[in-house]
């Protein structure tokens, strides 16, 4: 999956090392270079990540309007780019990761690798993925509960049962995680169940290698789509 950004500048000789290090990091990429036109695409398109040239006139008011808009402040990480005069006004933009100009490329390498890493950790922290596998649940000293799972996160899954899983006391969750050769074995705890035999249950146990192998599977299946 590609991720997408957004330059804010009109310095054509920095966008053009920018353009050229993110799409290595297969970001597409595109440019504005009046600050309110660029407000006008965000609020008409989802942008991964937003790099405003603070040299640029009109920025400031940009950024305030931007951080206004407290659900697409919290959600576009902003990456400032500026020259030595806006060194000491970098901390007021509320920007997450920040370079300066003339642009090292070394730098924005590293800047940019981090962003688009918190980007996808965001991202599969909540990303759920439809699969539909046997699963078993048995809560402490009861008979084992056979189901279906119906879709799985990094924090739980959704299962179809025709079994009554209406307790709070945890349960262990297992299933066999399609290609991953192994069956993933959990401490779980019903989150919320509905009449129609569809239950939610949330992890409260998962070890180290066994979360390793979820986190693995689920971006194996975010990239495929």
């Known amino acids: 999956m590609t991720l997408s950004s957004m330059v804010v500048s009109r310095d054509w000789q920095e966008v053009s090392v920018l353009e ?50 407290q659900k697409r402040a919290n959600t576009v990480p902003l990456v400032i780019m500026g020259g030595p005069k806006s060194k000491n006004t970098l901390d007021d933009t509320g920007a997450i990761f920040a370079f300066e100009k003339p642009i090292s490329v070394e730098q924005a390498v590293r800047t940019l690798s981090a962003a688009r890493n918190m980007i996808l950790d965001g991202r599969l922290r909540y990303h759920r993925a439809g699969v539909e596998v046997p699963v078993s649940l048995r809560f402490s000293g009861q008979e084992r509960i056979e189901g279906r799972l119906i879709n799985l996160s990094q924090g739980g899954l959704q299962v179809s049962t ?57 971006a194996q299946q975010y990239f495929a789509n």
């Not at 993933?184 to 919320?192: C, E, H, P, S």
């Not at 129609?196 to 979360?211: E, K, M, Y």
């Open 162 to 218: 025709d079994a009554p899983l209406g307790s709070i006391k945890p349960l262990q969750v297992s299933f066999e995680l399609p290609g991953a050769k192994s069956v993933l074995k959990a401490q779980g705890q019903v989150a919320w169940h509905d009449k129609l035999g569809n239950v939610g249950i949330r992890f409260v146990d998962l070890t180290a290698p066994q979360r390793h192998v979820l986190q693995v599977w689920l």
């Open 20 to 69: 050229c290090i993110l799409g290595g990091l297969h970001m597409n990429v595109e440019v504005e270079s009046e600050p309110q036109n660029a407000l006008s695409r965000l609020n008409k398109s989802k942008i991964d990540a937003l790099i405003v040239d603070c040299d640029l006139t009109g920025t400031d008011q940009f950024l305030r309007e931007l951080h206004r808009d």
